[in-house]
């Protein structure tokens, strides 16, 4: 069975090699340069400890420095999962949702023809070439002076001219004995219709060529000189060879510039990337007549970690570029975002450039802004919250908003800022932390101990290293959410087959501690069927701040580290119960006493405040586990050490 080369094109755009090397290395970050596509590991054809294997990205291809293996998409995954190239090509399309094509006896006439008609569409890009110089095309050659097109710049482009005639198209290959039929196919001609005579496409018109990744001229777009045609811009159909919505207008020569360190710029149309690659910046493109599209994203995030989106400075522009951000933010994860370049009112990158030169857009770039600045302001901007029910309103809208990303760590950050923006829009100021509490040594359920000056919730400044990372696990250690959360994720470290059975509870985002939010988020990025969990999470952490974590007493002698997943499941699920009934409970109570002291006490008051104190202490009773009357008894005694209220208060008091 012969594939269409459009079915692996798509393919290769849906996944980058290194997004299906990775889930076989672990990749040297120090060696790494995501921003060029360029990606180091050891090799996994061969048993080494240095990052000799490496991956470009862009152009798709891998070569191991050591063993000197070599290869693509494809042949990674024949080598590494022993299996023809027809299996292969099945593997990588189930992993990217696609279907695979049926068998059809006539694939290679098939792609015979898409040969052909690719062969009239270069024949065509010539032939508009050539009558951009002569007398018909006057017009149209000061149009493109005036825009300030330099010969260099058209001749690049490969911009030409379609004549002001019906059929100066068709007479033309047709004395060269291209059929029509060849001709309506490659999106060139149209045929006769309600008394009509068969027509040229594209009449009057600068024509655009339209190339592909592989170079290929595929369409074409036409800019009318007509003031009064109904459509300023026409785009070829969508043909065998021309797929609007997976290709994007000078995809080729960005590419290639964006790998040179060059920024990947969307805009708008085909003139906007003519004026930015003419004022130096190379890797720009743009879609083909239609909003971007999904494969499109996917298409520009292989080129790019964070292209930049300029939109044009007017309303449409303004919708457009939301688009785009609701479009990309399900698809969103950590070193794949967007950014977007706001230009002024009235203006789109060809008129910046031309008005006020290479530097003002360079400006503009430089000062483009994160995704969810744009969506913050579209939530916010000239809407007024002066009640209640207004503010509830958008805390709704945000919330939904959240829901819609679907990486847990990227919704985590997401929400923190949310938090950040939405206190300074409503006037809350943020509260200043408590003094941090003195060292002390970790928490031992039921043993009598002097504790420091007591729990506090407040941690030192994120630090880069694995040993602030440590510092961070220890410290704090008598806040009873932190104990439970340290005991819950130590817990799927020691048993990641279990990580799938909580993943909701791990994508919770409020943790105590910046570290805890940090390996639930790395625990969920684990594949599925991961047999080693601390491993992944030192090369990613450090490794002391799982030695810590791991030291910890009320860890190691936690029933979620015994061997037993059967043993572990209960013991993780009653930890997270517990965290969610104490933070409910706890938040009922802040509400209770807020609205306390607006209004003062009455009868309805009093109730909430006994509703939340019976949920507290129901919180820190712990329930028996469907495991034998042994293990149930040893899990009851832990978990209830952990959280006797009377202990508790009787070290705060100390």
């Known amino acids: 069975m012969r594939l269409p080369d459009s079915f692996l094109d798509d393919l290769r755009n849906r996944l980058s090699l290194s997004q299906v090397v990775g889930r076989k290395v672990t990749w040297d970050m120090k060696k790494t340069n995501q921003a060029k596509g360029d990606w180091w590991a050891p090799c996994p054809f061969h048993q080494e400890k240095s990052a000799s294997f490496h991956v470009d990205d862009r152009k798709g291809f891998y070569y191991c420095f050591g063993c000197q293996a070599k290869g693509n998409l494809f042949g990674f995954v024949q080598e590494t999962e022993n299996v023809g190239f027809m299996e292969a090509v099945e593997i990588l399309a189930a992993e990217a949702g696609m279907e695979m094509p049926a068998r059809d006896p006539k694939a290679a006439e098939k792609t015979d023809r898409r040969e052909q008609l690719a062969e009239v569409t270069e024949q065509a890009a010539r032939w508009f070439r050539l009558q951009l110089s002569t007398g018909a095309a006057a017009e149209a050659r000061a149009y493109l002076q005036r825009r300030g097109l330099k010969a260099e710049t058209l001749e690049r482009f490969e911009i030409g001219f379609a004549p002001d005639a019906s059929d100066a198209l068709i007479r033309e290959f047709g004395a060269k004995g291209v059929p029509f039929d060849k001709l309506e196919a490659a999106g060139l001609a149209v045929p006769a219709e309600e008394g009509r005579s068969a027509r040229d496409r594209f009449i009057h018109r600068i024509i655009f060529p339209i190339r592909d990744g592989r170079g290929r001229c595929i369409g074409f777009g036409g800019r009318a000189m007509n003031p009064n045609a109904k459509a300023r811009y026409l785009n070829s159909p969508e043909t065998e060879l021309f797929d609007k919505g997976a290709n994007l207008y000078n995809i080729r020569a960005a590419r290639a510039a964006a790998g040179n360190g060059q920024p990947l710029i969307v805009a708008e149309g085909y003139m906007d990337v003519i004026a930015l690659a003419q004022a130096g910046f190379e890797a720009a493109v743009a879609p083909l007549g239609t909003a971007v599209t999904e494969r499109q994203l996917r298409l520009l995030w292989r080129i790019a970690p964070e292209p ?5 400075g007017d309303a449409a522009g303004q919708r457009a570029g939301l688009r785009v951000a609701d479009l990309a933010l399900p698809l969103m994860e950590a070193g794949q975002a967007l950014r977007f370049v706001v230009l002024p009112e009235g203006q789109d990158p060809d008129d910046l450039i031309r008005e006020k030169g290479r530097d003002a857009m360079r400006a503009l770039l430089d000062d483009a802004r994160p995704m969810i600045s744009l969506l913050w302001a579209r939530e916010v901007e000239g809407k007024k919250f002066d009640s209640p029910e207004r503010r509830a309103m958008v805390d709704r809208d945000l919330r939904a908003l959240l829901k819609r990303i679907a990486d847990p760590a990227l919704r985590r950050h997401y929400g923190t800022e949310i938090a950040r923006l939405r206190g ?66 130590a817990g799927l470290i020691r048993h990641p087959s279990l990580i799938s059975d909580f993943a909701g509870e791990l994508e919770y985002s409020h943790w105590s501690r910046d570290i805890h939010g940090d390996i639930a988020a790395r625990l969920l990025l684990l594949p599925p069927d991961a047999a080693e969990a601390r491993a992944p999470l030192e090369d990613a952490l450090g490794a002391a701040p799982l030695e810590t974590l791991f030291a910890q007493n009320h860890v190691r002698i936690s029933p979620a580290q015994r061997p037993e997943p059967e043993i572990a499941r209960p013991c993780i699920r009653d930890v997270f119960a517990k965290l969610a009934a104490r933070r409910g409970a706890d938040r009922e109570r802040r509400e209770a006493m807020e609205d306390f002291a607006e209004d003062g006490a009455d009868e309805a008051l009093t109730w909430r405040l006994a509703q939340a104190a019976l949920q507290r202490d129901a919180a820190l009773r712990t329930a028996r586990p469907e495991t034998n009357d042994d293990d149930s008894d040893a899990l009851s005694g832990y978990l209830q050490g952990l959280l006797d209220t009377k202990v508790w208060e009787k070290k705060k008091m100390k």
Do not use: H, I, Y
């Open 424 to 489: 300074e829009l409503f006037g809350v100021p943020a509260a200043a932390p408590p003094e941090p509490a003195r060292p002390s040594r970790p928490f031992v359920p039921n043993r009598n101990w002097r504790p420091g000056s007591g729990p506090g919730r407040w941690q030192p400044p994120a630090q880069s290293t694995s040993e602030g990372r440590a510092s961070a696990l220890a410290s704090g250690a008598l806040d009873p959410d932190g104990l439970l959360e340290q005991v819950a994720l």
């Open 308 to 312: 930049l989106v300029a939109l044009d």
